[in-house]
């Protein structure tokens, strides 16, 4: 999401972004909730989805890490490396850079998701559901993804320059950037992480890159980063 630079409200900025992203954000959501519903009661579903529960059984946070890599990194690298409206100043390195990135954030999902399920369990229920998207969402996201996301990516989308981002640095980096963007990202995730704690610990792992994928190719395709 861009920076907020005219001086808006940040809750009208966030809530611009929502009205702007609707139909993408309502065909994530329409997904999981399919893939929710396909999991539980179609079994071609549930068997399709076996390899994945048994890649991350077996790999652990190596495998967490090379989901990130594939789906958030080099799928949408691609987007960037052959689609000329959309591409960087220094392409290799950005997507080398998200890789990388990506990759670390595999590592912190797999202990995240571990973690909770240690904490609350591995139950269905919603009190148990609305716990996890509460500490997700709440503590996850507004204290770690969302602060260092919005720093790596103002970094990157001024061609990793330090001196660029000293310069271009808004003056309330709560109002302009961290506010609109946590609220944009509360819309859209959500409803998504409901339906990705409703699976088994190795595919809650899986899924969420997915979901992340699927919504930074989206963002690419329109021709803007999204939250």
């Not at 579903?45 to 890649?55: K, S, T, W, Y």
Request: with cysteine; aromatic share 14%; glycine share 8%.
């Amino acid at each position: 999401m861009e920076v907020c630079r005219d001086g808006g409200s940040p809750w009208r900025v966030g809530w611009e972004s929502i009205k702007a992203n609707r139909l993408p954000m309502a065909v994530l959501w329409l997904l999981a909730a399919a893939l929710v519903a396909g999991y539980t009661y179609v079994p071609c579903v549930r068997a399709a989805l076996q390899p994945v529960f048994d890649f991350q059984t077996g790999g652990g946070w190596k495998a967490a890490v090379m989901n990130r890599i594939v789906f958030c990194g080099l799928l949408p690298g691609a987007f960037l490396l052959t689609i000329r409206s959309i591409r960087p100043p220094r392409p290799l390195l950005t997507v080398l850079a998200n890789c990388v990135w990506m990759g670390a954030w595999g590592v912190a999902s797999n202990a995240f998701f571990t973690l909770q399920s240690q904490m609350f369990g591995s139950g269905h229920d919603i009190a148990t559901l609305a716990v996890k998207v509460l500490v997700d969402k709440c503590v996850w996201s507004a204290l770690l993804c969302v602060p260092l996301n919005s720093v790596f990516f103002f970094w990157e989308g001024r061609d990793f320059s330090l001196a660029r981002c000293r310069a271009e640095w808004p003056r309330s980096y709560l109002r302009q950037i961290y506010l609109p963007i946590l609220l944009a990202d509360f819309s859209v995730w959500i409803p998504v992480q409901f339906a990705v704690y409703v699976f088994p610990l190795p595919l809650q792992i899986q899924l969420v890159g997915f979901a992340g994928a699927f919504w930074s190719l989206v963002g690419l395709a329109s021709g803007k980063r999204l939250a």
